[in-house]
């Protein structure tokens, strides 16, 4: 399992990435009112009105695509590996720069207030929590949200951890990151969504795939190809 650790990056460097991209896609006033929420934090985070801005983000800001550059992804991979922020919207990335700029430096202050948005939030702001793993500092004390992400029975804050995230990749142990794997075949989530998925290849989850595969031949239901695709390149690694 790969250890890549976003805290040794200062939070501030990806708030200020996030405010640049956001700063030209949105209109001057959406992009004060951000710019005045995140200076509100300051040292000592202001716990009434980072709730009050979050539940905000949406109306303010908008939920459109980032609509980011291939240079722009090349930033991003520069201070966070396998970052996704492409598939992003406006109104997450602006709710990723607030939660952002509560850290301190106190990584168990810090993980309680994402565990307590995640658990008391709505679905929109607990989605782009959740999207934020792939930056946060913190990063080990948030694991078991990530897990209950992955085991929750709506599909958006399992996508948001098993899609385009590299969360999954760097922090879950072969257990939970199989079972995210075949939970996405389960619920017809595309695997190449999987960050890490060749690299993280391990035999248990080539059996659990095939065995997968003939359950479902059995039962008369195909598997997308990608799966099929996935399982044979482990036979050609393996020569």
């Known amino acids: ?37 995140i200076g509100r934090q300051g040292d000592t ?10 539940g905000l983000a949406g ?14 992804l090349v930033t ?24 952002l700029a509560t850290w301190t430096g106190d990584e168990e202050a810090f993980a309680a207030r994402v565990d307590g948005l995640c658990l008391t939030g709505e679905l929109s702001e607990h989605v782009a929590c959740l999207k934020g793993f792939a930056v946060f500092p ?26 385009h995230n590299p969360y999954a990749a760097d922090y879950f142990d072969d257990a939970a990151f199989n079972q995210m794997v075949v939970k996405c075949v389960f ?6 969504t999987v960050i890490g998925l060749d690299e993280r290849r391990n035999s ?20 997308p190809d990608s799966v099929h695709r996935w399982i044979a390149g482990a036979s050609t690694a393996a020569n």
């Open 1 to 37: 399992m790969t250890q890549t650790r976003i805290g040794t990056e200062p939070a501030a460097s990806v708030i200020e990435l996030l405010l640049h991209w956001l700063r030209r896609r949105l209109k001057p006033e959406a992009s004060q009112w951000l710019e005045t929420e």
């Open 45 to 54: 985070p202001d716990e009434r009105r980072f709730g009050i801005a979050l």
């Open 59 to 72: 109306r303010r800001i908008g939920r459109d695509d980032l609509s980011l550059s291939a240079a722009d």
């Open 76 to 99: 991003a991979q520069e201070l966070r590996r396998n970052w996704r922020p492409d598939v992003w919207r406006t109104d997450e990335a602006a709710r990723t720069a607030l939660i």
């Open 138 to 163: 913190a990063s080990a004390r948030l694991l078991r949200r990530a897990r209950e992400a992955t085991r929750s029975s709506m599909q958006p804050p399992f996508e948001a951890i098993a899609c």
């Open 187 to 192: 619920c017809g989530v595309p695997i190449e």
């Open 204 to 223: 248990e989850l080539v059996r659990m795939m095939r065995d997968l595969v003939s359950e479902r031949h059995a039962a008369g239901r195909p598997l």
